[in-house]
Nanobody, 121 residues
Framework: VQLQASGGGLVQAGGSLRPSCAAS????????EGWFRQAPGKEREFVAA????????YYADSAKGRFTISRDNAKNILYLQMNNLKPEDTAVYYC???????????????WGQGTLVTVSS
């Protein structure tokens, strides 16, 4: 199983980015996926999650109204559309997959390597 995250970068405050996470060895639509982030010196925190089957989505308060998690089942790719980015969104963003949808990072079984998002003020 491999989750390959990409699509991070440097953007000005107010801008947008759409990190993606390509999966191999598992079918994303049969799993729940989440996006997490970790800023320097901080704990890894939940950002958004999408459930298998219904595709129900869940967001951290910091992400509500600005971020959208989605999944392209045909391409087996997970996305995180991030709009109106703020400097406090700067972090390494990780994708993860598990059989059960969770908001606790330490309970996810599969992880991508992370992609760096830097938001300048």
């Amino acid at each position: 199983v491999q989750l390959q995250a990409s699509g991070g970068g440097l953007v000005q405050a107010g801008g947008s980015l759409r990190p993606s996470c390509a999966a191999s060895g598992l079918t994303l639509s049969n799993y729940a996926e989440g996006w997490f982030r970790q800023a320097p010196g901080k704990e890894r925190e939940f950002v958004a999650a999408i459930n298998w089957g219904s595709g129900s989505t869940y967001y951290a308060d910091s992400a509500k109204g600005r971020f959208t998690i989605s999944r392209d089942n045909a391409k087996n790719i997970l996305y995180l559309q991030m709009n109106n980015l703020k400097p406090e969104d700067t972090a390494v963003y990780y994708c993860a997959a598990d059989r059960v949808i969770r908001t606790n990072a330490y309970e996810y079984e599969y992880w991508g390597q992370g992609t760096l998002v830097t938001v300048s003020s």
